[in-house]
Structure formats: C-alpha cells, structure tokens
C-alpha cells in the first residue's frame, strides 16, 4: 500500500502467478498439502537469507494449486529506477528458487510474471499487474513455462546479459578466478518474441544448490523432471493438446545442461 495526499493508493509490485499443472481433478490432502508446503517453504528459504537492511518485502498467498507472490518496496526505500531493476532481479532469481522445488516434488508449472500497480495486505489482493499476471499464465503461456509481460522480459533480460558481460570482461580485477564455463546461462529466456524465466538458471551456473536441509543438483532435478514428462507423456496421443505441451517440456529439460567446466 502507497500513501499519497492521505489517500492509500497502488504501488509497483512484481507479480508472479503459479500454477502447478495437472492437478485439476486431484482431491487428495497430502497432495494438495505438499505443493502448499512447497510455495511457503520456498518463501521461508528466501526469508532466511533477507537483510534487515533489504529495501523489499516478499508475500505469498497460496490456494489450491496456485499461488501468487509479491515482491514490493518497503516504505520509504528508494523506488528509482536502478532499484526497479534490483527488485525486478530479486523477484525472478526467487521464483526459480520456488519453481525449483515444486518441480522437484514431480510438478510441472506453468506461470507469468508482471511489474506493476497493486495492493496486498494480510487478507487479499487486487489490481492491474494481478490481473496482468493471471492472463500471462492462464491464456498466454501454454506450454510449461513462466511467460514474463514484454516490458518485464525485455529489460530484465537486457539487466542480466550486461551483468554477465561486466562479469566477464578483462575490466574486471576478478576475471582471472571466476569458475570457467562452457557457456552463459540466461535466467531470462526468449523464444518467439516471447520472454520467459529458466527455472534451472541458478543450477546450471553453480550446478548444486543448497536450501534449507536439501541440496538440489542439476543432473538429480533434470533425470526427476524428465521421469515426470515421461510418466505422463504417453498417456496422450498427440491429437490431444496436452501432449504437445509435455513435448515441449521435454525437449526444455534435455537442452539443460550445467555451465561450469569439470576441468577448471
């Protein structure tokens, strides 16, 4: 909530909308409870490792299968332009923490992610970039990915390929020890006009990850994710929609592949 002339008013929020697929017809508890689990764990991962001093705060309000979560300024932090796009970054690099463990836990996700005007509070929330979010996801996206709103992408995108390139270039005092690599990988993808976010980005450029007690590699969330396509997949004659939607997944996972050099 902003405050301007005594009035409450929007503030410029990332949001991401989630939502677990194929769980449409699943009534069952324990199911339902771990992806519940799954998104505040992620929160509570995230929380851990905030700074008093950090100029953003994180919400997540979970339902069903789905989830919405909040990345917004705190009051009186400085919303200038270079932090829109720390807090943009922030929001990103999380939603891939919590992607990581719902993919992890055998669900494909499918989301869409947008800057702009809303409001929360302890009991709900409203407002354009929800909305934004929710089309992003539910009429946009289609295939098992989170779809970012062009404005998003684009200079979220344009963010980290200059943080990569100022990394590693010769201007650099720390070039000379940074870990070698086969390749840069992008936490923002771009594919038909269309940006979406990698949720592997973070394991395939330090290959391990550790959150809370678990330790997530590449190679263990990429062979999961690809016995989960493959439980699924030929259930579906290519006539039907889904299939088309888990071949996509498929072919995204196995062009996965961990950046660091085993001969650095």
Not at 238 to 262: I, Q, T
Request: aromatic fraction near 12%; include cysteine.
């Amino acid at each position: 909530m902003k405050i301007v002339n005594n009035k409450m008013t929007y503030k410029k929020t990332v949001v991401a909308f989630l939502d677990i697929l194929g769980t449409k017809d699943n009534q069952d508890f324990e199911s339902k409870y771990k992806v519940h689990r799954a998104f505040h764990e992620s929160m509570r991962d995230c929380h851990s490792r905030d700074r008093e001093e950090a100029a953003y705060y994180r919400k997540v309000y979970s339902f069903s299968d789905c989830a919405y979560i909040f990345h917004g300024f705190r009051e009186g932090c400085d919303e200038s332009a270079k932090a829109e796009e720390l807090l943009i970054q922030a929001a990103l690099f999380n939603t891939t923490l919590t992607t990581i463990r719902l993919l992890n836990d055998g669900y494909l996700v499918r989301g869409g992610i947008s800057y702009g005007d809303a409001y929360c509070d302890d009991l709900s929330f409203f407002g354009p970039a929800i909305e934004e979010a929710f089309i992003l996801e539910s009429k946009k996206a289609v295939t098992p990915r989170i779809l970012l709103a062009d404005s998003v992408g684009e200079r979220a995108k344009l963010f980290s390929d200059r943080g990569h390139q100022e990394a590693l270039s010769d201007a650099n005092p720390a070039f000379g020890i940074l870990p070698k690599r086969s390749y840069i990988p992008e936490l923002i993808q771009q594919q038909n006009n269309a940006y979406h976010l990698n949720p592997f980005y973070i394991l395939e450029m330090e290959c391990c990850l550790q959150m809370g007690e678990h330790e997530f590699t590449h190679e263990e969330l990429t062979k999961s994710v690809a016995a989960t396509i493959e439980a699924q997949i030929l259930q579906y004659p290519w006539e039907n929609p889904v299939r088309p939607k888990l071949e996509w997944m498929r072919e995204y996972v196995a062009n996965s592949r961990c950046s660091l050099d085993p001969h650095r």
